[in-house]
């Protein structure tokens, strides 16, 4: 049947508006973390092409800009501070740097795993959540590391230096710390002969975490923000000052943040550009080839310290 003209004209109603709206803040997150991530498992169970993964991932990454623009925190940060492109660059680097990790993981597994005690019986989602935990722990040690470390803090800067907050952000890395927070993270795990499609699951959840965790869509997710490390929590860490930003380093959860005494939660709390990037570096290189060099350009010279330290 076909819309009348009077019909097409009506506004649209701002009840439905709010409905979807509320729709999109409590669902857009288990969205991703059951519908995504759960998609994800089922294709790798059952050995479908690795390209419906790509495919999968390209569709929550539409999705999250999508929703971004629906239900901003912050509408600036939706536009292009002229970064859009230096970002998508990190993005492709950082991806296809995880991507050789996961063609090269059994040549590696079969170099380092010490003794296979991998739990090859229990169901494949306790194994997949198993990993997390573990890949958690050494991924939140390497970030608190990168923080204390001026060395290390060089090539972690670079992730501080942004001055918005959304979903790319989680993938804006420079490729020496985003390989360090592999290492420490994958190494326990290939010690007892991680398997390649749980791998592949696991790097499948942590792209979609990074979305989440940075996105700027304002989203809810309840009491579960103080479990689960998500964008309420990350803005505390992407702060710029010393001590207040050292805070919220988890990947998937808040748990190893609560026992190193580095968890903060205020739901209360509103934040503001003024307040993201780097406090003592203002002017940190914004160009992708600027960035990746930045770390080594300094080299010989005092390392640069966390702001205020
Ligand atoms: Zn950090």
């Given at each position: 049947?076909?819309t009348?003209?009077t019909?097409?004209?009506?506004?649209?109603?701002?009840?439905?508006?709010?409905?979807?709206?509320?729709?999109?803040?409590?669902?857009?997150?288990?969205l991703?973390?059951?519908?995504?991530?759960?998609?994800?498992?089922?294709?790798i169970?059952s050995?479908?092409?690795?390209?419906?993964l790509l495919?999968?991932?390209?569709?929550?990454?539409?999705?999250?800009f999508?929703?971004?623009h629906?239900?901003?925190?912050?509408?600036?940060?939706?536009?292009?501070h002229?970064?859009?492109?230096?970002?998508v660059?990190?993005?492709?680097?950082?991806?296809?740097?995880n991507?050789?990790?996961?063609?090269t993981?059994?040549l590696?597994?079969?170099?380092?795993?010490?003794?296979?005690?991998?739990p090859r019986q229990?169901?494949f989602?306790?194994?997949l959540?198993?990993?997390?935990?573990?890949?958690?722990f050494?991924?939140?040690?390497?970030?608190?590391?990168?923080?204390?470390?001026?060395?290390?803090?060089?090539?972690?800067a670079?992730?501080?230096?942004?001055?918005?907050?959304?979903?790319f952000?989680?993938?804006?890395?420079?490729?020496v710390?985003?390989?360090l927070?592999?290492t420490?993270?994958?190494?326990?795990?290939?010690?007892?002969?991680l398997?390649e499609?749980v791998a592949?699951?696991l790097?499948?959840?942590?792209?979609i975490?990074?979305l989440?965790?940075?996105?700027?869509?304002?989203?809810?997710?309840?009491?579960?923000?103080?479990?689960?490390a998500?964008?309420?929590?990350h803005?505390?860490?992407?702060?710029?000052?010393?001590?207040i930003?050292?805070?919220?380093?988890?990947?998937?959860?808040?748990?190893?943040?609560?026992?190193?005494?580095t968890?903060?939660?205020?739901?209360?709390?509103?934040?503001?550009?003024?307040?993201?990037g780097?406090g003592?570096?203002?002017?940190?290189?914004t160009?992708y080839?600027?960035q990746?060099?930045?770390?080594?350009?300094?080299y010989?010279?005092?390392?640069?310290?966390?702001?205020?330290?």
């Open positions: 049947m076909s009348t003209p019909a097409a004209r009506l506004p649209a109603s701002p009840v439905t508006g709010s409905i979807r709206h509320t729709v999109l803040r409590y669902g857009y997150a288990p991703l973390l059951l519908g995504a991530n759960g998609a994800a498992v089922h294709l169970a050995n479908a092409p690795r390209g419906w495919a999968l991932l390209l569709g929550a990454v539409g999705l999250s999508l929703v971004e629906i239900i901003p925190y912050e509408v600036e940060w939706n536009r292009s002229g970064d859009a492109l230096r970002d660059l990190h993005a492709v680097v950082n991806e296809v740097a991507l050789v990790s996961l063609a993981l059994p590696i597994t079969a170099l380092v795993t010490v003794a296979d005690l991998w229990w169901p989602v306790l194994q959540l198993f990993a997390l935990l573990v890949f958690d050494g991924v939140t040690l390497t970030h608190f590391a990168s923080h204390k470390l001026p060395l290390l803090w060089r090539f972690h670079v992730h501080h230096s942004v001055k918005r907050f959304y979903g952000n989680g993938l804006m890395k420079h490729p710390h985003q390989a927070e592999m420490v993270g994958v190494l326990p795990l290939v010690l007892i002969g398997p499609d592949t699951a790097a499948f959840c942590t792209a975490q990074l989440l965790q940075h996105s700027n869509a304002d989203y809810r997710m309840g009491a579960l923000r103080y479990v689960l998500l964008n309420e929590g803005r505390f860490h992407h702060l710029k000052w010393a001590g930003g050292d805070v919220n380093f988890g990947l998937f959860t808040h748990f190893w943040d609560c026992l190193l005494g968890f903060t939660a205020d739901p209360k709390k509103r934040f503001t550009t003024e307040e993201l780097i003592k570096q203002p002017d940190y290189p160009a080839f600027a990746i060099l930045e770390p080594f350009r300094t010989g010279r005092e390392a640069p310290r966390r702001p205020g330290r």
